[in-house]
T-cell receptor
Framework: GESVGLHLPTLSVQEGDNSIINCAYS??????FIWYKQESGKGPQFIID?????DKRQGQRVTVLLNKTVKHLSLQIAATQPGDSAVYFC????????????FGKGTHLIIQP | GAGVSQSPSNKVTEKGKDVELRCDPI?????LYWYRQSLGQGLEFLIY????????KSGLPSDRFSAERTGGSVSTLTIQRTQQEDSAVYLC??????????????FGPGTRLTVL
């Protein structure tokens, strides 16, 4: 069935390195995408979003890339810090569907000291 | 300012009992959402409210699940005759408008439900 998913369940990077978290989606009609960060015991926290009419958006230390041709979304985190350790979820908004977001299963990012 | 709050933070119940979970959205947010997160999984959309009405209830997993929202603010999610597979973290989110196209959803800390 159609879903939003992630390529890797766990990603380990050295502190200070850049990290890239990937997400594949299958609904080409999805028009809005969000990356959330979830720390243990907390609710998801918005990181950055992107609309389908864009292919790149930058925030503070984070960049989201959208490739609609291959239905791929990525989150780049520059100069990772210990506080970046968390589970990262991509989510899509599908037109015509319920107004809740469809989430992928998440990638656990581990920052090694 | 205050964020989304949920109560209780943890709930342990016996199979067959009813439970009520509460969500207080951010003041002024018209849209409210309920999600369920099973251990190690992503979030599963359950239901959303625009004001007091719920245009789409298709995400509710069974007729044991119901939700209401009164006064355009607080919402309660009720699970009747709980089953062990209902064990999960139930997350509530709110946004200032209908949740699409740039309207960020703000999440509460969740209620961890354990059904014994």
């Amino acid at each position: 069935g159609e879903s939003v998913g992630l390529h890797l369940p766990t990603l380990s990077v050295q502190e200070g390195d850049n990290s890239i978290i990937n997400c594949a989606y299958s609904n080409s009609a999805s028009d809005y995408f969000i990356w959330y960060k979830q720390e243990s015991g907390k609710g998801p926290q918005f990181i950055i979003d992107i609309r389908s009419n864009m292919d790149k958006r930058q925030g503070q230390r984070v960049t989201v890339l959208l490739n609609k041709t291959v239905k791929h979304l990525s989150l780049q985190i520059a100069a990772t810090q210990p506080g970046d350790s968390a589970v990262y979820f991509c989510a899509e908004n599908r037109p015509g569907g319920a107004d809740g977001l469809t989430f992928g299963k998440g990638t656990h990012l581990i920052i090694q000291p | 300012g205050a964020g989304v709050s949920q109560s209780p933070s943890n709930k342990v119940t016996e199979k067959g009992k009813d439970v009520e979970l509460r969500c207080d959205p951010i003041s002024g947010h018209t849209a409210l959402y309920w999600y369920r997160q099973s251990l190690g999984q992503g979030l599963e959309f359950l239901i959303y409210f625009q004001g007091n009405s719920a245009p789409d209830k298709s995400g509710l997993p069974s007729d044991r699940f119901s939700a209401e929202r009164t006064g355009g603010s607080v919402s309660t999610l009720t699970i009747q005759r709980t089953q062990q597979e209902d064990s999960a973290v139930y997350l509530c989110a709110s946004s200032s408008q209908q949740g699409r196209m740039g309207n960020e959803q703000f999440f509460g800390p969740g209620t961890r439900l354990t059904v014994l």
